[in-house]
């Protein structure tokens, strides 16, 4: 999987930065840093209550930046541009997500892959709470994006995500209210990036989510998958266009 402009560092020498994203008024997730992998080595809090931070396991560098605003996306921007690490990996501190799982994606991305993200619907991945309505939306969204960049996803918008630094600046972030996980992925797909899916188990929240957004969520995501399709989204979509063009 490796490209051959890929520089291979010594096993163990990239960096690894955690950004996570705190509620408005959330307190920094102690549980989240006593259960990091020893491989993160940066974690970057977003957003919070800034005077109660939990103490960081030895040798993690703590940051924190905030307040934000919800209405720019579900996670800020700003944290990822700010993290240093060789790999960046994105989460969120509702309890629904591990920080143990990131050595699976971390392991992905050292055997060559550009992007990896997790999913809940695939062997070893489950949920614990996704309702009806979301689930059919999450479904069309998914036969569409099939059809427009070719490539087998199996969960579009799960927030649970890692990748190489490098590909910061061609994942083009854009503060534009489209759910940063979905938007990530997107511009992944758009650019052509080797993306790889792992097993994720979405565990029941610590707080229930402040305001369910399935429709608002889903109509930017359609937008932004329509906006960033490939030139040749078409002949995918209609074989028999393709028989034409040749």
């Known amino acids: 999987m490796r490209r051959a402009t890929d520089r291979i560092p010594p096993p163990g020498s990239r960096t690894v ?29 977003v957003g919070g209550d800034a005077k109660a931070t939990g103490p960081a396991p030895e040798g993690v560098a703590v940051r924190r930046l905030g307040p934000w605003d919800r209405a720019a996306g579900d996670v800020p921007h700003s944290g990822l541009l700010a993290a240093t690490g060789d790999h960046l990996v994105l989460m969120g501190a509702d309890g629904s ?8 994606y971390l392991h992905y991305l050292e055997s060559g892959f550009d992007f990896v993200k997790g999913s809940r619907f695939i062997a070893g991945g489950d949920f614990s709470d996704y309702p009806l309505l ?5 479904r069309s969204l998914l036969r569409l994006a099939r059809q427009l960049y070719g490539q087998h996803l199996t969960d579009l ?3 649970f995500c890692a990748f190489r630094r490098e590909f910061l600046g061609l994942l083009d972030l854009r503060p534009d209210g489209v759910e ?4 990530l992925v997107t511009h992944a797909l758009h650019y052509g990036l080797r993306v790889a899916e792992v097993p994720s188990l979405e565990l029941p929240r610590h707080h229930a989510p402040t305001h369910p957004r399935t429709v608002r969520d889903g109509s930017r995501i359609l ?7 490939p030139h040749n989204a078409l002949l995918r979509i209609r074989p028999s266009l393709r028989i034409r063009a040749g």
């Open 134 to 138: 979301r689930r059919l939306g999450h």
């Open 97 to 104: 997500m591990s920080p143990r799982e990131i050595p699976h």
């Open 157 to 159: 918008w799960y927030g």
């Open 180 to 183: 940063l996980g979905a938007e």
């Open 223 to 229: 937008r932004a998958l329509i906006r960033e399709r």
């Open 17 to 45: 930065s955690l950004v996570v994203a705190l509620r408005p008024g959330d307190r920094a997730p102690d549980w989240l840093l006593a259960q990091l992998p020893p491989a993160v080595r940066e974690v970057v809090l």
